[in-house]
């Protein structure tokens, strides 16, 4: 055995995808906004998985 990490129960429901929108400024990395998530979470924190930013959207209007 290599792995003498304690076992950890899985659970048995299916994993959850949420989409989310965050209007910031046009500079701001993707590291702050992460930060941002975390902090809001709080002690639920542990819960995310992962952040994606496949895309920025320009605010609209602005051309």
């Known amino acids: ?3 003498l990490e304690p076992y950890c129960l899985v ?3 299916p ?13 701001t990395e993707l590291e702050d ?4 998530i975390l902090e809001a979470l709080g ?3 542990e819960l995310l998985e992962s952040v994606e930013s496949p ?3 320009p605010a609209s209007g602005s051309n």
Do not use: G, P, W
């Open 1 to 3: 055995m290599t792995n």
């Open 43 to 45: 002690n639920n924190a």
């Open 55 to 57: 895309e920025r959207l």
């Open 33 to 36: 906004i992460c930060e941002k």
């Open 15 to 27: 994993s959850i995808n949420r989409d989310m929108s965050i209007v910031t400024r046009r500079d």
């Open 11 to 13: 659970s048995n429901q």
